[in-house]
């Protein structure tokens, strides 16, 4: 369960594809792309919410966020949610990490597994 009002690293420990073996599935939950560029990067999540409620879904580099998504539901709603954007990579030793923040009155799971909650990153040509 993920507290409520808190902001928590989700740990993706099952890899389903990872070339280079720069994914960390085990220790720190980490992607440490380790080639500089600009790379389409991004997470998923589902959870079930009640009315009013708050969600957000972020993308921290080297401990800062860089991408977020954040959403409110008036009804009563269990539903998927993502973010994902373009950023550049200045170091070969950069990590990204997928967090939550759970706006609601108590703790809660994600829901779906892997099928939908998903981290992921890849370098664009340019």
Same mark, same amino acid.
């Given at each position: 369960d993920i507290s409520d009002n808190t902001y928590t690293k989700m740990t993706f420990g099952t890899e389903v594809f990872d070339s280079d073996g720069t994914y960390d599935h085990s220790t720190n939950y980490r992607w440490?792309?380790? %080639? %500089?560029?600009? $790379? +389409?990067? /991004?997470?998923? /999540? +589902?959870?079930?919410? =009640? +009315?009013? #409620?708050? &969600?957000a &879904?972020? %993308?921290? *580099? =080297?401990?800062?966020? %860089?991408?977020? =998504? @954040?959403? +409110? $539901? /008036?009804?009563?709603?269990?539903? @998927?949610f993502m973010v994902a954007g373009v950023i550049d990579v200045t170091s070969t030793s950069d990590y990204f990490e997928g967090y939550i923040y759970n706006g609601s009155s108590g703790? *809660? /799971? &994600?829901?779906?597994? #892997?099928?939908?909650?998903?981290?992921?990153?890849? *370098?664009?040509?340019?």
């Open positions: 440490t792309p380790a %080639v %500089v560029g600009k $790379y +389409a990067i /991004g997470c998923s /999540g +589902a959870m079930g919410v =009640n +009315a009013s #409620e708050r &969600l &879904l972020m %993308v921290y *580099k =080297n401990g800062s966020s %860089v991408l977020r =998504n @954040q959403v +409110a $539901y /008036g009804g009563p709603l269990g539903d @998927q703790a *809660k /799971g &994600l829901s779906g597994g #892997e099928s939908i909650c998903r981290f992921w990153g890849y *370098k664009l040509i340019t």
